[in-house]
């Protein structure tokens, strides 16, 4: 029934999903084969970008300066900050239509101007350039610029660009089309690459560094994981789903586990089995989502019957799309796993019903020696004695290694915040 409600429920989510793209009419120029349609297809669906009248996008037309800073402003959620600087570029005039997007870029230093005091608006942007704009509004991470030795055309790089390319092509947000071994810094961008580059930095504005992104909380919506979770909220944003800490997720391990055959630092897989949802209707995680725990601590078992437990540290989400975000998260309750009191159970019974055989054995054995009417007697004496040093027997003896089948589901903790960006949700 739940997985019928799921079918249900996602295809009513896509019903919804697809109605802005059926409301817009074809983009008349981007065929569905052509490399960049998914991207462009995304950028005109969130107006990121758009068509001109009679629906045309004109892909392979370079894009201008504040065409890329209009539409950074959109993905930004930026597109209506309140102006609280002076203009000061000699070129950008109040009469002109794209006044305010300027002076917004010039407010949260988006796109700089030139030493002369001019912004240039309708200036083409070069690959560089717009290269430099995505790694500077990006969190700052350290690369090695051997990163860049895998493309022919490396040493075409201005000196000035190198770092923000070894940074955006580690981020991932960077076009290397039609050549996948060039970069083409000094080519102009055109628009089916800006609409890649935005796309890709549109999945990632976790990565934007804050003071760039306008981040407002549209909904508190929950989840419905377990009743068992002590806390089931999701502050829903516009720009990304923010699983809240002590959240539980419910995952299922990808292949078999065996703690015998185990050792810490392993990695460890497992996967969302469907789509997670909130009580609300808000896609959270979509079926396919990887998970990657490591092991961290193994407890051989021990006497007196005490099973091995294993403890799993949840490292990365690995999202349909490709995308990894780090999390922090271990199995509910305590972190560890470990064989339940059934499969316990199972191996006391299994002792005592092996050894209760064997006494019933002994028994009918010895008691057959003097007279063949004694073996009802035997087994009497026999199946009771040997039962008991069964069971005896199965609570001194080492507990259970930890054995986990391929699909097996596992409740895991939130031990922080995880953030989801939104269009990395579907497949």
């Known amino acids: ?75 930004l959620s930026n597109d209506n900050l309140n102006v609280k600087v002076k203009n000061s570029f000699t070129d950008v005039n109040k009469s002109d239509s794209y006044y305010e997007d300027v002076l917004r870029s010039q407010q949260l230093g988006l796109v700089y101007g030139y030493p002369d005091k001019t912004f240039k608006p309708h200036r083409t942007m070069l690959r560089s350039e717009v290269t430099s704009v995505i790694s500077h509004i990006t969190k700052d991470k350290y690369t090695d610029l051997g990163i860049l030795n895998q493309f022919k055309d490396k040493n075409d790089i201005p000196s000035w660009a190198t770092k923000a390319y070894a940074k955006t092509i580690n981020y991932g947000i960077y076009v290397n089309h039609p050549c996948e071994k060039c970069l083409e810094p000094n080519r102009e961008l055109t628009r089916a690459e800006a609409a890649v580059i935005l796309s890709r930095l549109q999945s990632k504005l976790h990565i934007v560094k804050s003071q760039y992104v306008n981040e407002n909380l549209i909904a508190v919506e929950h989840l419905n994981v377990s009743k068992k979770a002590p806390v089931d909220t999701v502050n829903i944003t516009n720009t990304r789903n923010i699983i809240c800490k002590n959240n539980l997720l419910e995952v299922e391990f990808s292949e078999r586990y065996w703690s015998k055959l185990s050792k810490t630092g392993e990695f460890v897989h497992f996967d969302v089995e469907q789509n997670i949802y909130t009580k609300e209707g808000t896609l959270i995680l979509p079926e396919g989502t990887k998970l990657i725990a490591e092991v961290t601590e193994i407890i051989k078992p021990k006497v007196f019957n005490k099973n091995a437990r294993v403890k799993f540290n949840f490292r990365q989400i690995i999202l349909p799309s490709g995308q990894t975000i780090n999390i922090s998260a271990m199995p509910y309750k305590d972190g560890y796993l470990k064989e339940g009191p059934w499969m316990t159970a199972g191996k006391l019974a299994a002792w005592t019903v092996g050894l209760g055989a064997i006494g019933a054995g002994a028994g009918v054995g010895f008691a057959f020696i003097p007279a063949k009417a004694a073996i009802g007697t035997g087994l009497a004496i026999g199946i009771p004695v040997g039962c008991g040093v069964g069971f005896i027997t199965g609570l001194v003896t080492p507990g259970l290694h930890y054995r986990a089948k391929c699909g097996e589901d596992v409740l895991i903790i939130l031990n922080d915040d995880t953030s989801i960006p939104k269009c990395t949700c579907g497949k």
Do not use: G
């Not at 983009?27 to 297809?41: F, G, H, L, R, T």
């Not at 392979?60 to 504040?66: F, G, Q, V």
């Open 1 to 75: 029934m739940k997985k019928i409600f799921a079918v249900v429920l996602t295809f009513c989510m896509l019903s919804i999903n697809m109605m802005p793209a059926f409301a817009r009419s074809s983009i008349k120029d981007v065929s569905a084969k052509y490399w960049a349609s998914k991207e462009i297809q995304n950028v005109v669906n969130t107006n990121i970008m758009t068509l001109d009248s009679s629906n045309k996008f004109y892909p392979e037309k370079s894009i201008t300066r504040i065409e890329f800073v209009q539409s950074l402003l959109k993905l």
